[in-house]
């Protein structure tokens, strides 16, 4: 029996019973029946709010959960996204005696295992702190994981698990689905990140990807000094990347710099398949010389070879302004599912290019239409990928740094020219050209097999033995909801004249008869005017609601590219 994971369930219940007796007021007005009430965005950025405190209050285990969800518009409204991308870690480091129980533990006496140890924390995070030393007379950076954490996550976990049933009532069957996956995927990831030895594998290999790039530093990790819980690195101080007062102190070029951390993301997603997947503020720097310095793997993921192919043709597809090759590649990633309706997403995305394009026809950015696409998702039924939210959570905040240190940056002619220069958009002009070639050839063989049935086709209309056939296709239960409409509304007028009738002509109790029947008939047509299910006009996105939206943006900042100084 895991009591604290008892107990850390009721904390669980009691923070969220507010939020969850509102939702389900939102289901049904009076909370076992009733129509739906509807939720303002107003409301529903209230609501992000309190449960962005509550997810605070919880500590590092929920932290992590609501960063989580920051890059998941599948599961959660955009407004709820907002809020959450503003969460970075805030807790305090451990006491100094607590940390040294397991650097010892892991490292043995820390000054037999260190020339030089400050015991003064440098940062302070939910599941780590990380402390600046010596070893062979070289500066390093250790990280240390929170004494303790283990047994609180797991308990969390445990918890999480056991509310998931009660979350699951109040959404749909997709939402559903995306929950569950959700709460797999973030055991698997917070599990991922309490391993110092994942982190340190994945920091090497992307290191070992910029071993020729002289723009760029990521520091090393110190073996002899790393075990699961505590990671050593070279220590490489620098400034922060937005403080752009001292970055113009120091002669640094942030156009340049811009484009070297576009490039670098570009590289790691497209090229590489391995990315660094949390890169705020505090975990970038930049050395005097312009160096670009890159902080804390914890948080990093893969990208398989068939999500960088269709990455590639996104990116080309929006440098091209190319509607349907984006909504192509975006269905083909599984961002977008194919049964949305692709004339209203067409329309979306029209919209968000041409609002974001500014005056010059070729000056518009990705975050901006990455970010409509985001708002829009919450309506549609999906499975957004994990591996592919997080790639979206990087594009979204590397331009929102890019802009900080350059706010004309051209996210769209840096990934062009990338493109262009690593031979992607040459091949796509190659497979433009056999395509064509492919379609030519497709359009004389049908023009050798047209003829002969187009003949035999009006044959048939010349002796008058031609027929046509016509399925109407009704997935929304449109026409059979007309149809019992007009049904009821005969029934309920011939009701009401044969009940006119016989009160002139007839018993009572025959008038009586007639009369309850006609009325009940009326109730029934009312109800079907009065259901949820009805039919209802689609949902139609104006320049004014991207406008609506561009304003709560820009209200909130690029809040979601800042994060405290510190290393997660």
Known sequence: MNLRAYWRFLVVVRQFLPLALAYARDRHRFILFGRSRRVTSEQRRERAATLLESLLTLGPTFIKLGQLLSTRPDVLPPQYIDEFSKLQDRVPPAPWEEARVVLEEELGPVDEAFDDFEREAISGASLGQVYRASVDDEPVAIKVRRPGVEDLVEADLRAIRWTLPV?????????????????????????????????????????????????????????????????????????????????DELGVDRTALAETLQRSYLQMIIDDGVFHADP???????????TLVFYDFGMSGRVDP????????FYAAVADQDIDAILDALVEMGTLSPDADRQL?????ELAIADARGEDIEQY????IVQQVEDTMYEFPLRLPPDLALVL?????????????????????????????????????????????REARDAVE??????????????????????????????DGVVRQMTRRLVLGMIVASGTFSTAYLYANATDVATVVAGVGTALMAVLLLYSFRRSGGIRAEPQFTRQNLREGQEDEESSGYARAYGPDELE
Not at 204 to 219: G, H, L, Q, S, Y
Not at 222 to 230: F, W
Not at 399 to 408: A, F, H, I, N
Not at 453 to 474: T, W
């Open 446 to 475: 049908s023009s050798v097999r047209v003829p002969p049935k187009l003949e035999s086709a009006l044959d048939r209309v010349d002796r008058e033995d031609f027929h046509v056939r016509a399925d109407i296709e009704d997935s």
């Open 393 to 437: 959570r990087v594009a979204t905040v590397v331009e929102g740094v890019c802009v900080t240190l350059d706010p004309d940056f051209d996210f769209i002619e840096v990934a062009t020219s990338y493109l262009r220069e690593e031979g992607y958009i040459a091949a796509g002009a190659r497979e433009f050209v056999e395509d064509r070639a």
């Open 167 to 247: 979350l699951l009532y109040f959404t749909d069957e997709t939402r559903s689905f995306s929950l569950e996956t959700l709460a797999d995927e973030f055991s698997r990831t917070i599990r991922q990140e309490m391993s110092y030895e994942r982190e340190a594998r994945m920091l090497t290999e992307i290191r070992d990807n910029f071993a020729d790039e002289e723009r760029v530093r990521i520091p090393s990790v110190i073996e002899s000094h790393s075990t699961p819980r505590v990671l050593t690195m070279e220590y490489v101080p620098g400034t922060k990347i937005n403080d752009v007062n001292e970055l």
């Open 365 to 368: 950015r990705v975050q901006q």
């Open 345 to 349: 997403m067409g329309d979306v995305m």
């Open 280 to 290: 705020h503020p505090g975990n970038l720097a930049v050395q005097d010389d312009g």
């Open 306 to 313: 068939f999500l960088q192919d269709k990455i590639v043709d």
